[in-house]
């Protein structure tokens, strides 16, 4: 049995810019529910709270932190769970081995990141290490399916004040270019356990030689869960990265790859590896023994191998070298000279590619000027929803944020649903042989073929969490009456489990005829041309496509995915609601420590915290909550009407300014209101104050900028120096204590 939360609502601990902003927000959200007896704790989430959790036996019992994120994985499994989670970092390994040394600086003795495990040891480190890369948060607190739109607010305040848009010209040589076989999606195979399957089945892999390796053992599986197989050849990977390289020359366009290295941990970061060694082929033919011998790992990426190779001028002069033999590489930040294969975590293709698409299929290279771009995305198995955005707005130009509908998502994530690559279902052939998946029966469920060095993965989606997708999808549908699409391809194995579930649920539903199923690149299509037309659709989606599909459109309806309101009805009867997407922004806690700005937008913050409130209300009966609830909404309509977000240059209003709104909209508008007279009486005189005193807060705010500001850390900051550079107000601070 989970224990019970001695708090009524729980805000996350997370890391970068979201964390720094809640070292503003979090005290006014203490303040004003506080008024309501709703009190609010916190769990720690962050990279670095993971990191000291894995190893108590190494710290002091000052520095011991409790396991927060396996509190919580427990806590969401109950109806009381109430949780604001906000975007955390899924650590790649340069992030990860970043952040250890950081917390060896400051005096915490946790082992080094074994990159080359040796002994027992150093594997069983590696093994407690690689528990924490990747997409490790997301799958223990998602106990239900994902329910993401744009709120209604910020919905209307994008089609008053529509962003910029790039110009799409019908001759634009960008593209999605991908394998055109032996990749994931040709290779699939998928099957619906059935009772006599059910049971603790095994991975295998089985040599040439007839001999057997147990990859996974153990491995439960139940009735009615869609368990699949698939694998990469890295032969045909390499070929295609090649003939890419050379076709990218040719069109005399930018090369960029597109891939999820941080939730697809295990895959990705292979996938890009074999990017670098392509990109630098006759460096790594001619110098692979001295390469290995300075411990340079593709995978880790080209700024990696860079650092490593610096004082051997003979490898440095042949890189140098091969650099006219290349086209143009799509830039991270041109200024820095960070390229698109630097680092595996810099580029995620769910932000990367919307960003391109909004920027009318422009990159930028190395000089810093805009160009078309070869958008390479290996695997097919999405590919074409990117490949048909870019057709589709070549033809029909960009779209009209002014005008545009919305898509929402109604996304199958509950229980680990799809998480492909970022649990312990993947591998690396270890040579020529046969992958398969052995159920508890003794029955071979799926058998492949493999080469040395393949990618073999598998993933599961379980019964329950298939019929409650479908039936919020129902419901979503009822309640909008939108045009509603399941994204889901009959003719690929996995896709075509799913339709068995849902075609029945909606007979039995008599809605068949309300609904689509359409293969995703059609699909995208479908759903452009909908919102083209100023309608809306909902998108019902497996876990992959949720994650990109709830950047892409939002990034083009609404200039940001950071916005989106985001909620998971827990499967239990709790609520998670997440502070939209947009990841954790490094960039931007780059920005504040050099000038101390921070243009990070709390606007999922502000949403997610009225539905929170509002769940609280309905769940709880805690009626004055949602009073606070509809305030906070208010205020969030406060903030887009009057243009009170922050803004992106030093010297402009900034975060904590827009914070300083948000408490003076909230506080007016609960001294405004007539359902609480004691909230009404309670807030009236801070909604005076914070009126009165507008000018010597909005001062003291914009003082604190320009200077470099000292965190005293970065993903282990100090908490007295993240509040004192983030409340530098001691009027605002007086106020709300």
């Known amino acids: ?24 927000f979090l005290p006014i959200i203490r ?89 027992d040891e150093e594997k069983a480190i590696r093994a407690r290490y690689d528990a924490i890369k990747g997409s490790a948060v997301n799958p223990v607190l998602r106990e239900g399916n994902s329910d993401r739109r744009a709120a209604k607010a910020v919905k209307n305040y994008a089609q008053k ?35 006599a399957q059910a049971g603790d089945a095994k991975i295998e892999f089985v040599g040439k030689d007839g001999n057997v390796t147990v990859l996974k053992d153990s491995w439960p599986l139940t009735e009615g869960t869609v368990a699949d197989a698939t694998f990469m050849s890295v032969k045909a990977l390499s070929a295609f990265l090649a003939e890419a390289i050379e076709d990218t020359k040719k069109d005399g366009t930018m090369f960029s790859l597109h891939m999820k290295a941080t939730m697809m941990k295990v895959s990705d970061p292979i996938i890009f590896g074999y990017a670098v060694k392509a990109w630098l082929a006759p460096v790594f033919e001619k110098y692979g023994a001295e390469l290995d011998a300075l411990g340079v790992n593709p995978n880790s990426g ?46 995620i293709i769910d932000a990367s590619m919307p960003a391109v698409i909004r920027a009318g299929g422009k990159g930028w290279d190395e000089t810093g000027a805009k160009g078309d771009t070869n ?23 960009a779209l009209n944020p002014a005008t545009a509908g919305a898509v929402a998502n109604v996304g199958l994530m509950a229980q680990k649903a799809e998480e492909y690559g970022s649990h312990p279902t993947t591998f690396e052939a270890p040579a ?101 037309a100023g309608k809306d659709s909902i ?79 309905d769940s709880k009966g805690n009626s004055k909550a949602g009073v606070l609830g509809a305030a ?31 408490a003076r909209y909230w506080a007016e508008a609960l001294a405004a209101q007539s359902y609480d007279a004691d909230l009404a009486a309670e807030f009236a005189p801070i909604a005076k104050e914070l009126a009165d005193k507008e000018d010597q807060i909005l001062g003291e705010l914009a003082a604190a900028q320009g200077a470099p500001a000292d965190l005293g850390g970065y993903y282990h900051t100090d908490p007295a120096k993240a509040a004192a550079v983030m409340r530098p107000s001691a009027t605002l601070n007086a106020i709300i204590g």
């Open 31 to 119: 303040k004003f529910t506080a008024a309501a007896g709703v009190s609010v704790g916190t769990k720690d989430i962050s990279l670095a709270g993971r990191i000291l959790a894995t190893f108590p036996e190494n710290l002091t019992d000052e520095q011991r932190v409790t396991d927060d994120l396996a509190a919580l994985g427990e806590l969401v499994k109950t109806p009381e769970a109430n949780v604001i989670k906000l975007p955390n970092i899924s650590a790649s390994v340069p992030q990860l081995v970043a952040a250890i040394e950081e917390l060896q600086s400051q005096g915490y003795d946790i082992p080094n990141y074994p990159e080359e495990p040796a002994t």
């Open 161 to 195: 004040n529509p962003h910029s848009m790039g110009e799409w010209a019908t001759d634009s040589k960008t593209k999605v270019s991908s394998m055109s076989g032996n990749d994931f999606y040709a290779n699939e195979k998928s099957v619906t356990i059935s009772a």
């Open 632 to 662: 906070a909404e208010a205020a969030t309509q406060g903030i887009l009407d009057n243009n009170k977000s922050p803004s992106r240059k030093v010297g402009q209003p900034d975060n904590r300014d827009s914070h300083y709104w948000f």
């Open 539 to 617: 998108a019902i989606t497996g876990n992959v496509l949720r994650d990109y599909l709830t950047d892409l459109f939002p990034i083009l309806e609404l200039g940001t995915s950071a916005k989106m309101l985001s909620i998971v009805k827990l499967m239990n009867g709790g609520g998670l609601f997440e502070t939209g997407a947009g990841g954790s922004a490094p960039k931007h806690v780059q920005q504040l420590v050099e000038e101390s700005h921070l243009r990070w937008d709390s606007m999922g913050e502000f949403c997610a915290l009225g539905e929170s409130l509002n769940f609280l209300a």
């Open 302 to 347: 080209l700024g990696d191998l860079l650092d490593r190779v610096k004082g051997n001028a003979e490898i440095v002069a042949a890189i140098d070298a091969l650099k006219g033999d290349r086209p143009s590489m799509y830039m991270v930040d041109s200024d820095r000279g960070i390229t698109n294969l630097h680092v595996p975590s810099d580029v």
């Open 1 to 24: 049995m989970a224990e019970k939360s001695n708090f009524d609502i729980l805000y996350t601990i997370v890391d970068e810019a979201p964390e720094l902003a809640s070292a503003s």
């Open 375 to 397: 958008c390479l995305i290996p695997d097919r198995c999405y590919a074409g929803v990117y490949d048909e955005a870019i057709n589709f707005f070549k033809a029909n130009g």
């Open 432 to 532: 020529d042989g046969v992958i398969r998946i052995v159920a508890a029966n003794g029955e071979t469920l799926h058998s492949h073929d493999v080469e040395k060095g393949d990618i073999w993965r598998s993933c599961t989606v379980k019964k329950a969490p298939i019929e409650n997708w479908i039936q919020l999808a129902l419901d979503r549908q009822r309640l909008t009456g939108s045009e509603a699409i399941f994204w889901l391809d009959a003719n690929r194995a996995h896709d075509a489990e799913l339709i068995k579930y849902v075609k029945p649920a909606l007979e039995a539903a008599g809605v068949a005829g309300k609904f689509l199923i359409m293969a995703p690149r059609e699909a995208t299509q479908q759903s452009l041309q909908t919102i083209t």
